[in-house]
């Protein structure tokens, strides 16, 4: 079976930075599409960042500039860079896989004074 397990998430300061991580098993990353979705309460689930089987890498203009998401293929595991948090930033990311097949759990990135 498919398993995605998220980790990374927590309690930061304005400014600092993160690096969310979803490790995946049953699954070869390096031949799908991988994407990070966020989540905040009372909005809509948006699309953050993605990257293609051949590594092509797409944001949202929100977080242009300071998140990159990379692929590590020895390691099968698709990551998250985050650094000049905002609060703004503040919701559960989800780890996606072949456009929406495949889920990660969720991890909470909490940007707060």
């Known amino acids: 079976q498919v398993q995605l397990v998220e980790s990374g998430g927590g309690l930061v300061q304005p400014g600092e930075s993160l690096r969310l991580s979803c490790a995946a098993s049953g699954i070869v990353l390096r031949f799908n599409a991988e994407a990070w979705y966020r989540q905040a309460p009372g909005k809509q689930r948006e699309l953050v960042a993605s990257i293609t089987n051949t590594g092509t890498t797409n944001y949202a203009d929100s977080v242009q500039g300071r998140f990159t998401i990379s692929r590590d293929n020895a390691k099968n595991t698709v990551y998250l860079q985050m650094n000049s948090l905002k609060p703004e930033d503040t919701g559960i990311y989800y780890c996606?896989?072949?456009?929406?097949?495949?889920w990660g759990q969720g991890t909470q990135v909490t940007v707060s004074s």
């Open positions: 996606n896989i072949a456009w929406g097949i495949y």
